[in-house]
């Protein structure tokens, strides 16, 4: 699996040269000061829920804490889970308008996963729910410590992909990558701190 770390700044991002993909990262788009504040603010104020997911026929609490927020009500389901939106908050709205200069898209609803310890994580999966629509467009911020973000392609088993997902950084997925490319955030065995991780996204 090759690995990819960020060297580049906000403006300019790194796309990832992946087939059936169309990926850009952005290692600083806010500042070590700015995504500080929002860490704190988020892991203070967010009303954060853990559920039960089924897995193989099994039910297991769910290896993050997660909360949903939207501006139009709509609620998200995944994993036989659906959660219902808080209204999104000033800090939410701010975060949300920065990502939407970069990327041209007008988002409806935000999914906040909670990465307490090195055992919380996401295993594999693609943001292919249909409210997502089609194509869907996700932008995804890192706070707090920095985690592996695994990539593999659904038919050519050799495609890999390792990123290193930095305190303040965009992740922007797009085109057909959901159609294609399964994505993961493992676990680890290392002492590591807490990552809050905003996901944004249209529900149609």
Known sequence: ?????????????????????????FPIFFSQDKADTYFEH????VPWQQDDIKVFGKVHPQPRLTALYSNNGKPYSYSNVTMQPHDFTEALMEIKKKIESKTDVIFTTCLLNRYRYGKDSNGWH??????????????????????YFHLKHREDKS?????????????????????HWLHQIPKTAKTIGERINLTFRVIV
């Open 126 to 147: 693609a943001d292919n729910e249909k409210e997502l629509g089609q194509n869907p467009v996700i932008a995804s911020v890192t706070l707090g410590q920095e985690r």
């Open 159 to 179: 495609l890999k992909q390792k990123l290193l997902l930095e305190h303040g950084s965009l992740l922007v997925m797009q085109g057909a990558t959901q159609h």
């Open 1 to 25: 699996m090759t690995s990819l770390q960020g060297n580049s700044g906000e403006t300019n991002g790194i796309l990832l040269n992946l087939p059936d993909s169309e990926i850009t990262y």
């Open 42 to 45: 988020f892991k203070r104020e």
